[in-house]
């Protein structure tokens, strides 16, 4: 069992920056894949960005130029630096860990991220 838990969400002006951040704990390992997810209403689940454990990122092709992932691995937590935000980047952005032994899911709770005009 993987737990995750969110942080760095709220409300931000359109043009500033955010920095979300996702502590893991439970059945965890270095080289397990961490990302994260946005879901804005009305619309399906989507990757923005994702690290593996050596370092390599995949973002999300809607999502390229304006963010960063990194990770530390010493603290099991995911980083996403968000820069120049506009509304519609509103959602509910949600980590993610996929554990590579089994290929499974772990989720966490979400985070609200609203981007005014």
């Known amino acids: 069992q993987v737990q995750l838990v969110e942080s760095g969400g709220g409300l931000v002006q359109a043009g500033g920056s955010l920095r979300l951040s996702c502590a893991a704990s439970?059945?965890?390992?270095?080289?397990?894949?961490m990302g994260w997810y946005r879901q804005a209403p009305g619309k399906t689940r989507e990757l923005v960005a994702a690290?593996?454990?050596?370092?390599?990122?995949n973002y999300g092709d809607s999502v390229k130029g304006r963010l960063t992932i990194s990770r530390d691995n010493d603290k099991n937590t995911v980083y996403l630096q968000m820069n120049s935000m506009k509304p519609e980047h509103t959602a509910v952005y949600y980590c993610?860990?996929?554990?590579?032994?089994?290929?499974?899911?772990?989720w966490g709770q979400g985070t609200q991220v609203t981007v005014s005009s």
């Open positions: 993610n860990v996929n554990r590579v032994l089994s290929s499974r899911d772990s």
């Open positions: 439970g059945s965890i390992f270095s080289f397990d894949a």
């Open positions: 690290i593996a454990g050596g370092g390599s990122t």
